[in-house]
């Protein structure tokens, strides 16, 4: 799982200073790669100051002189917008936005777009993204700084990852049997079923959610095969006791 391929594009940034802390909230995040179309003022001593230990990303930072050049070789777009715009285009969350570009970044190149501090993106260069995404803020106050949205949507794309290598780890656990199959399971509730009602445990015609509130419980557990032979072994020894009376 990596996040090489995920750029940060900033349009027409008017403070140098906005630049340097981008930067440094990409590299707080584990982003790597900074696109800045035309900036007002750079390269710059207070972007530098600002970055503190991301200089290498403002070293690395690829000059534009468009949007579209910044994206021409991206798969996926994503601009960011504070606000709702006339021309209606798909909207998502931050999380749907972190899980986008997470998901599509491991193969090709997607970016995430911000735009200037007073104006945004135009409607021109939102047009050019597959999707907006909008951070839920105050609704009287609902911009935020340029690094502060940065800093959000990157936090959420690290989460992303962060939660995926988890999920990653956690099925890559060893083992030792294989896990039951569905049929596997329902074969072995089927005869429990009919090992229950022999013992009067179970009564068909007044079932108390008995048989899923037990389906809940072994789907809990997650059965391997060699538990679920274990225990379909106990019901048909059992049945067959039950059965020589
Ligand atoms: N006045 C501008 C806001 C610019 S804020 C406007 O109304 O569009 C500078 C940039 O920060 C925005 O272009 C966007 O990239 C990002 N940004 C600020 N607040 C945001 C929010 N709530 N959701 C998503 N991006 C936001």
């Not at 990596?2 to 995040?29: C, D, E, F, Q, Y």
């Not at 390269?43 to 990303?57: E, K």
Request: hydrophobic content about 40%; aromatic content about 4%.
């Amino acid at each position: 799982m990596h996040l090489n391929n995920i750029r940060i594009v900033l349009v027409n940034t008017s403070h140098p200073g906005n630049i340097g802390a981008s930067a440094r909230a990409m590299k707080n995040m584990g982003l790597s790669k900074l696109y800045l179309v035309a900036p007002k003022d750079y390269p710059s001593g207070v972007a530098i100051g600002r970055a503190s230990s991301a200089l290498d990303i403002l070293d690395n930072a690829v000059l534009c002189e468009s949007l579209k050049e910044a994206i021409a070789d991206c798969s996926l777009v994503i601009g960011t917008s504070a606000r709702s715009r006339r021309i209606p285009w798909p909207v998502i969350e931050p999380g749907i936005c972190a899980k986008k570009l997470v998901e599509e970044g491991q193969q090709q190149n997607v970016a995430l777009v911000f735009g200037r501090e007073d104006r945004g993106l135009s409607n021109e260069e939102l047009q050019l993204c597959h999707f907006h995404v909008q951070i839920a803020a105050n609704p009287e106050y609902s911009s935020l700084n340029l690094a502060a949205a940065v800093m959000v949507l990157g936090h959420e794309i690290y989460q992303f990852k962060q939660q995926l290598e988890l999920v990653k780890q956690d099925a890559e656990k060893s083992w030792d049997n294989e896990l039951a199959t569905v049929a596997e399971v329902e074969t072995y509730l089927e005869h429990l079923e009919e090992l229950l009602i022999q013992i009067d445990f179970h009564d068909p015609e007044n079932p108390r959610h008995l048989m899923p509130r037990l389906r809940r419980l072994y789907n809990r557990v997650r059965l391997d095969k060699m538990e679920t032979n274990i225990l379909h072994g106990i019901v048909s020894e059992t049945r067959k006791m039950l059965n020589k009376k």
